[in-house]
């Protein structure tokens, strides 16, 4: 199982970003997965889940709203569009498929 984060970056509060990440290993398909995020001294939280084929979607509380978790079954990948990003949403944002977590990818959100 190969799960690789990309599209983390700087951006202004305010603004937006889309993360990627791109499955291999496994058929996609049959499973949901799941952003997580770890900010600076905090613990690893879960910030969206989808299901297997997109339908059902899961958000923490803080970024509903402004998050948008998707899938592309056919490209093996997963995406969460992050908008009206604010400076608490800095962390390192990461792709898992129970048990398997990604590399990660950072996101900063600072003027």
């Known amino acids: 199982v190969r799960l690789v984060e990309s599209g983390g970056g700087l951006v202004q509060p305010g603004g937006s970003l889309r993360l990627s990440c791109a499955a291999s290993g496994f058929t996609f398909s049959n499973y949901d997965m799941s952003w997580y995020r770890q900010g600076p001294r905090k613990e690893r939280e879960l910030v969206a889940t989808?299901?297997?084929?997109?339908?059902?979607?899961n958000y923490a509380d803080s970024v509903k709203g402004r998050f948008t978790i998707s899938r592309d079954n056919a490209k093996n990948t997963v995406y969460l569009q992050m908008n009206s990003l604010k400076s608490e949403d800095t962390a390192v944002y990461y792709c898992?498929?129970?048990?398997?977590w990604g590399q990660g990818t950072q996101v900063t959100v600072s003027s």
């Open positions: 989808i299901g297997r084929f997109g339908g059902s979607t």
């Open positions: 898992n498929r129970r048990p398997y």
